[in-house]
T-cell receptor, first 116, second 113 residues
Framework: DQQVKQNSPSLSVQEGRISILNCDYT??????FLWYKKYPAEGPTFLIS?????DKNEDGRFTVFLNKSAKHLSLHIVPSQPGDSAVYFC???????????????FGQGTILTVHP | NAGVMQNPRHLVRRRGQEARLRCSPV?????VYWYRQLPEEGLKFMVY????????ESGMPKERFSAEFPKEGPSILRIQQVVRGDSAAYFC???????????FGDGTRLSIL
């Protein structure tokens, strides 16, 4: 039961262009979404998050868009840099109490490669 | 990585032995989470603890696995009588409270011979 899905296993982008990573979810109880970046042999690093009461959140080169009706979120990186090459995970959790409070559900990840 | 310390980084065990994985959260963080990542997959939630309490263990296998976060000292994930299928990367994360982003350690890579 994959409640958070990243349907693109990999994405290749030229340096300076925009990278768009996509994520779909099925559980309408998810209320808070996060993107993490992961290098090999390291743990995930938090990038940016968005609450379900918003449709956009921006932090420097990173912007996350949320479309609640479509149960879809995306991460835009612009301009892309070679150092952005990593695995990107989207994650979701309930943010309104209950037993699932705090628990993150992750997608499978998308490998981003930014070519110089 | 964001102050969460996990040790050991690599752990090799033979089938039937016990594995103990340790996690020291970021200073000031009282919420600890354990996740497991199998090859080619995303991270799967295992257990969520607050000091001395298990809040949510819905992702923990019912047998052989246990976790604790004592009042003093690191959180421990314990796997008894390990089997080959336990081979994975185990990540610990911590947060100041359940509504804040979780910060991850660099993981323990467990290999079962």
């Amino acid at each position: 039961d994959q409640q958070v899905k990243q349907n693109s296993p990999s994405l290749s982008v030229q340096e300076g262009r925009i990278s768009i990573l996509n994520c779909d979810y099925t559980n309408s109880m998810f209320d808070y979404f996060l993107w993490y970046k992961k290098y090999p042999a390291e743990g995930p690093t938090f990038l940016i998050s968005i609450s379900s009461i918003k449709d956009k959140n921006e932090d420097g080169r990173f912007t996350v868009f949320l479309n609640k009706s479509a149960k879809h979120l995306s991460l835009h990186i612009v301009p892309s840099q070679p150092g952005d090459s990593a695995v990107y995970f989207c994650a979701a959790h309930f943010n309104a109490g209950g037993t699932s409070y705090g628990k993150l559900t992750f997608g499978q990840g998308t490998i981003l490669t930014v070519h110089p | 990585n964001a102050g969460v310390m996990q040790n050991p980084r690599h752990l090799v065990r033979r089938r039937g032995q016990e594995a103990r994985l340790r996690c020291s959260p970021v200073k000031g963080h009282s919420h600890v989470y354990w996740y497991r990542q199998l090859p080619e997959e995303g991270l799967k939630f295992m257990v969520y603890l607050q000091k001395e309490n298990i809040i949510d263990e819905s992702g923990m296998p019912k047998e052989r696995f246990s976790a604790e976060f004592p009042k003093e000292g690191p959180s421990i994930l314990r796997i008894q009588q390990v089997v080959r299928g336990d081979s994975a990367a185990y990540f610990c994360a911590s947060s100041r409270d359940a509504a804040q982003p979780q910060h991850f350690g660099d993981g323990t890579r467990l290999s079962i011979l």
